[in-house]
């Protein structure tokens, strides 16, 4: 594991694969990766590596996704000019969307530009009727949810991507393990590795962390 915010994941074609992932500009200019080279480790995994072995590349690309989120959307519309889609930075980067938020937003944009043919006026005073209705739709709803969610992820990067998921490999590790070690003290070696493992200070900045990820997803 790189320690780096992101996901890969691998659709299955009729006659290929395609493997790819995503992961944020910083983490790479961090780290120095080359993108190319997060990838190759990727492929490298011992449950892809198998699946891929002995196979020849057809394609492939790289593409930037826009996932400023809520605080990032910028001017939507002015006279003449509505924005949409990925230049709008309409991308809900948790849930993987940013096809369909095009897409809405480009039907929204689209009604609205009917509205001012109709009037014969193109003027950021009718244009604005998009911006409204982005506002009044789950687009925005969701991405004002998640308004906080990367900075959060950034700020415990390191924790939340390299030590917690590994914690969570070793849990269900211990819980599918059958080796007649009581299952009780097996609860009580884990529970106390995580106090062994991290510094206090750092496991309330963990906790903190994540309610604050709760709270602000919620209320
Ligand atoms: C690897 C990857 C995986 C993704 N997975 C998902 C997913 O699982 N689900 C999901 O919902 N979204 C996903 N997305 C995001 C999704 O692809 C985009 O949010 C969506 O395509 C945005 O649509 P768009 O029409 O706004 O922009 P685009 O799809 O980028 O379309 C813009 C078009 O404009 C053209 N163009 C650019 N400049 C000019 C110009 N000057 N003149 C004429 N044409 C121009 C471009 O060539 C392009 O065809 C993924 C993106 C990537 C990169």
């Known amino acids: 594991m790189l320690g780096i915010l992101g996901l890969g994941f691998m659709y299955t074609n009729a006659d290929s694969v395609t493997i790819g992932l ?14 190319f080279e997060v990838l190759e480790k990727l492929k490298q995994h011992p449950t892809i590596a198998p699946l891929i072995e002995g196979g020849t590349l057809k394609e492939y690309s790289a593409h930037l996704i826009p996932e400023g989120g809520y605080n990032k959307v910028p001017k939507l ?16 980067n948790l849930h993987w969307e940013g096809t369909n938020l095009a897409m809405i937003s480009g039907k929204l944009a689209a009604e609205t530009a009917v509205e001012a043919f109709e009037k014969g006026d193109f003027s950021r005073k009718t244009l604005k009727n998009y911006e409204r209705k982005l506002q009044n739709s789950f687009i925005m709803k969701d991405l004002k949810t998640y308004r906080k969610l990367m900075p959060i992820a950034h700020e ?11 914690k969570i490999n070793s849990f269900f590790e211990m819980f599918t393990t059958v080796d007649g070690t009581p299952k009780r003290e097996n609860y009580h070696k884990f529970i106390k590795s995580i106090f062994t493992d991290r510094k206090f200070s750092e496991l309330l900045k963990d906790i903190w962390a994540l309610i604050r990820l709760v709270w602000s997803i919620l209320i």
Do not use: H, I, Q, S
């Open 22 to 35: 995503g992961v944020t500009l910083d983490d790479l200019v961090e780290n120095n990766y080359r993108p």
């Open 77 to 92: 519309c002015d006279n003449g000019v509505m924005v949409v889609g990925d230049a709008a930075m309409l991308v809900n």
């Open 156 to 166: 415990r990067k390191k924790a939340f991507m390299c030590y917690y998921l590994k």
